[in-house]
């Protein structure tokens, strides 16, 4: 299977930046999308960047302008660039990957989530 692993995360004023990682490895697979999800407390988890195979990214209506998704496919890993933060931007970071995993003739899909990383932005 594939795991991740995200860093980055931490506590920072209002108008700082953070930069998160998040890294997959395991058997051998190929990726498709990344994505970085994050939970506020008390509110549901909610989608705030997406970067294709292709490079193709969308972002959450509250973070466009501010975060950049990218990507380093050598690295299979990939990046939240958090820009002119806002308390509520405070949150569980959550990397998500999907793709194909290889075992000789055998493949299947999978997806993945990062156990999470904290960012917290003081007023």
């Known amino acids: 299977q594939v795991q991740l692993v995200e860093s980055g995360g931490g506590l920072v004023q209002a108008g700082g930046s953070l930069r998160l990682s998040c890294a997959a490895s395991?058997?051998?697979?190929?990726?498709?999308?990344m994505a970085w999800y994050r939970r506020a407390p008390g509110k549901q988890r909610e989608l705030v960047a997406g970067i294709s195979s292709g490079g193709v990214t969308n972002y959450a209506d509250s973070v466009k302008g501010r975060f950049a998704i990218s990507r380093d496919n050598a690295k299979n890993t990939v990046y939240l660039q958090m820009n002119s933060l806002k308390p509520e931007d405070t949150a569980v970071y959550y990397c998500?990957?999907?793709?194909?995993?290889?075992?000789?003739?055998?493949?299947?899909?999978?997806?993945?989530w990062g156990q999470g990383t904290r960012v917290t932005v003081s007023s």
């Open positions: 998500n990957v999907d793709g194909t995993v290889y075992s000789g003739d055998y493949r299947d899909s999978f997806n993945s």
């Open positions: 395991g058997s051998t697979f190929s990726i498709n999308n």
